[in-house]
């Protein structure tokens, strides 16, 4: 019985293993450098590898929805259920833009557009928190678009770093090439 669209219980540990890194190093790295979006870095380059280990339709939003849901079960950051958004929306998206991505293009430019993918639905997440609290529409506006360059700035850092490791983990054969 091996259905190639089921993932492995390894495949699944190694999904559970980068969620919880990354809810774990976002609440120790809670850095308060006065930028939003710098959790972007992290996210960006846990996404990407579990998508770059697995390379799969659906990695990355099982990433962030595992992500969410250990997030909002030990009360890391702020925002209450809002938590989960902020991880699952940037993964759907990464997933959906990654489908769209042909598979020829450079795996330099494929983590930086799915990293910004990632990025612009984050800061969907923060438009929506400040709709909520009753800001102005223009003033969400702009907040948004500094939303989004601040978090982009972080995102494709951290993309850029996912295609060494990646490189790295082939050159030791921890990468399966049957996929």
Do not use: E
Request: aromatic share 8%; proline share 3%; hydrophobic share 55%.
């Amino acid at each position: 019985m091996n259905n190639k669209r089921s993932l492995s219980l390894q495949d699944s540990l190694f999904v559970g293993f980068c969620a919880t890194l990354l809810v774990a190093l976002t609440g120790l790295l809670r850095l308060n450098i006065g930028l939003s979006g710098h959790t972007m870095f992290l996210t960006s380059f846990f996404y990407l590898i579990c998508y770059g280990v697995l390379g799969r339709f659906g990695s990355i939003t099982a990433c962030g929805a595992i992500a969410g849901f250990v997030a909002m079960a030990l009360g890391v950051g702020k925002g209450g259920p809002l938590i989960l958004l902020k991880f699952i929306l940037p993964a759907i998206s990464m997933d959906l833009v990654a489908l769209l991505l042909p598979l020829s293009m450079n795996i330099h430019w494929r983590c930086v557009i799915l990293g910004i993918s990632g990025c612009i639905a984050w800061a969907g997440k923060v438009a929506l928190a400040n709709m909520l609290a009753g800001m102005a529409l223009d003033v969400m506006f702009i907040q948004w678009g500094i939303s989004i360059l601040q978090g982009g700035f972080f995102a494709i850092l951290g993309a850029l770093l996912v295609p060494p490791v990646l490189a790295r983990l082939k050159a030791h054969d921890l990468l399966k090439t049957d996929r």
